[in-house]
């Protein structure tokens, strides 16, 4: 996007666009049908098996698309506040959605609870004690979305969340591309890997969790994941949402004969935060600190399409 480049004053901007992801409108399906393959063939899922997982919506489906795929049944857990198109989108793809009276993180415990009282397997894209190795797996699925960038760059925007995409992108910067910058992105209201970064430890942030990032808006990060980015990641961004809106904005109506990009608050995120490193006098200090001069060359992750179409419409509506 050179219009979009020179008008934050950086040498050049590549957007990695996911928003067409094998027709699911979401990177997740990379994790979910790798880590699902993977199990098939193991023989831990026979056909009519059920597996189970908590989402915000684009993990979720994905579960759903690669389940059916694999000949098994899907139960997807959701905060009883998630969009309903998000939730009509996971049904669409066969599975059973169960609303959860709380968030992201209430709906990861009571499928772990029902999932052990039925024999389910759980496909969560976020880690803890005893449960790792599928997170790890989705995880690796996520790296193949490097393998397709054949540009260098000399830094990365990436969306934080429980911390696997970001995971998935740093450790593969790591083994391929270590003089890279690897910079984590997340709402606000729900910075858990800021917040834990910052203690070096795992820690779960309090209060509401009020961001339209809706695929972002976490409490805990995965330990797994966290376990490697500590390392491998150098910088956390929190950003308040019109940040989010902003590149929503800037995504769908383009300058300079950039392409057009239909993204979510979640997926515009990343952009959101090069966006507030480039455009907030208070970030002076960490533009420098990350090199983005004339001569830098970032990539920016869209990593989902529009989700909620009534969000997109209002936000993107006012130029």
Known sequence: MPALARALGIGQLMVKDETGRFGLNAFKL???????????????????????????????????????????????YMAADAAQSRVDA???????????DGSYDDAV??????AGANGWTIVSDTSWDGYERIPRLIMLGYTHLMDEVAADCDAV????????????????????????????VEPATAACLQASARAGRPMAVAGPLTTTMAGLRNREV???????????????????????????????????????VAAGASGAAALGGLLAVCRDSAMTGVRAALGLDASARVLVLVSEGVTDPDLWSAVTSVK
Not at 90 to 100: C, F, L, N, P, S
Not at 109 to 114: G, P, V
Not at 159 to 168: E, R
Not at 227 to 247: F, K, N, P, Q, R
Request: proline share 4%; hydrophobic share 45%; net charge neutral.
């Open 109 to 114: 415990r009571m499928l772990s609870a029902d």
């Open 90 to 100: 996971i049904a669409g793809e066969g599975a059973t959605v169960v609303r959860v």
């Open 157 to 184: 925007f990436v969306q934080g969340g429980v911390g696997g995409l970001l995971c998935g992108i740093a450790s593969w910067c790591a083994f391929h591309a270590h003089h890279r910058k690897v910079v984590s």
């Open 222 to 260: 995965s330990p797994l994941a966290f376990g490697s980015v500590l390392s491998t990641v150098s910088a956390y961004l929190a950003i308040d949402d019109v940040w989010a809106h902003e590149a929503m904005r800037t995504l769908a109506h383009p300058a300079g004969g950039d392409p057009a």
């Open 30 to 76: 990379l994790g979910a049908r790798f880590a699902i393959e993977t199990l098939k063939a193991e023989g831990a899922l026979p056909p009519g098996h059920t597996v189970v997982c908590a989402s915000e919506g684009n993990h979720g489906r994905a579960v759903a698309r690669a389940a059916r795929e694999a000949g098994c049944h899907a139960r997807v």
